[in-house]
Nanobody, 111 residues
Framework: QVQLVESGGGLVQPGGSLRLSCAAS????????VGWYRQAPGKQREWVAS???????NYADAVKGRFTISRDNAKNTVYLQMNSLRPEDTAVYYC?????WGQGTQVTVSS
């Protein structure tokens, strides 16, 4: 059974940083595509970033240059480092792999 658990969300001021983590059980991340997504209130869930088996990373235009996705194979965990955060980054952030989703972690960017 695949299980994904996100953590690391919180309240941060504009311009600040957060690092989200997605820990997995029942799946080996280095053999799978992993994506980060987010859903803001009243909006559809959108793709944010992803990393494939070869560690190739891709980003949505809205976060390119500010967010970095990475993978720790030893910990079987994928991270999303978020810098220069903006109020419009406020959302629940989810990780997903092999059609499985985590429960999400809330990120709020506000002064």
């Amino acid at each position: 059974q695949v299980q994904l658990v996100e953590s690391g969300g919180g309240l941060v001021q504009p311009g600040g940083s957060l690092r989200l983590s997605c820990a997995a059980s029942g799946i080996i991340f280095r053999f799978n595509f992993v994506g980060w997504y987010r859903q803001a209130p009243g909006k559809q869930r959108e793709w944010v970033a992803s990393i494939d088996r070869g560690a190739l990373a891709n980003y949505a235009d809205a976060v390119k240059g500010r967010f970095t996705i990475s993978r720790d194979n030893a910990k079987n965990t994928v991270y999303l480092q978020m810098n220069s955060l903006r109020p419009e980054d406020t959302a629940v952030y989810y990780c997903s792999s092999r059609d499985t989703w985590g429960q999400g972690t809330q990120v709020t960017v506000s002064s």
